[in-house]
């Protein structure tokens, strides 16, 4: 039977290294075997049971629970959980609570798959808070403020590994903290991301010596970006576009093993 390194897993399942050695620490949900180096192995049984943990967590169990279901325990009805954790956020930024937030943030990052954590938390609650009345307007930026922080840990993190050297930029009018989410998603993936975060209408990409290219924009491309879009990938550059109706899901790269 094939054991695999955590590395290997995780670019098996698209999830994080950090995230399966907290399921392991703080929730006993995998158990893999060590190497005599002490390095972590898993099985093709692991495998699996990481894929069924993902499908719980996609359909809004708490990971706290998760081991009971997998130990055969009757299933719950556990769709409002992403709201629980909405409403988790939302009570701290209106206390407020700063510091609360942003370790609860950081808490849920590492126990969370990014995709899951922005689609179903983040970006629902940042759409409760889109108001013009200027209380809900200061706690929409709080939260902002404190989503940017958190990318920049993620960003700062990535960096420290081996990994594709990723540029990322808004072209044209956007959602500045939509593009530091992407953020989030790419130093997930262990990408090395230089990021420029003030949208840009002319952008300069050869400027800038990167392995992958991340373009955020918002509509349909008009005829003259349309043509720079072609001339940049016909001069080699790989280019992604990306828009707020569809984050990224970033195939991961080799990770390296942490006892």
Known sequence: MPLYTIGEVAQLCGINPVTLRAWQRRYGLLKPQRSEGGHRQFTEEDVARIHNILRWIERGVPVSQIKLLLDGS?????NTNWATLQ??????????????LRN??????REYPPQALIEHVLRPL???LRNHHELLHMLHSLLDGV???YAAFCLAVA????????LLLSWGNTDRTELWMVA???????????????PLEHPQLTMFKADRYFIFTEGVLNAAKRRQLAAWREAGLDITLIDNNALLTIPMEQHHEQP
């Open 87 to 100: 409403r988790e956020l939302l009570a701290l930024l209106q206390i407020p609570s700063a510091t609360k």
């Open 126 to 128: 940042r759409s409760q």
């Open 184 to 198: 989030i998603l790419l130093a997930k993936s262990d990408m090395r991301v230089d990021i420029l975060p003030d």
């Open 147 to 149: 989503i940017i922080e």
């Open 159 to 166: 960096r420290k590994k081996p990994g594709q050297n990723a």
């Open 74 to 78: 009757p299933v719950p009805d556990h």
């Open 104 to 109: 609860r943030l950081f808490d849920l990052g």
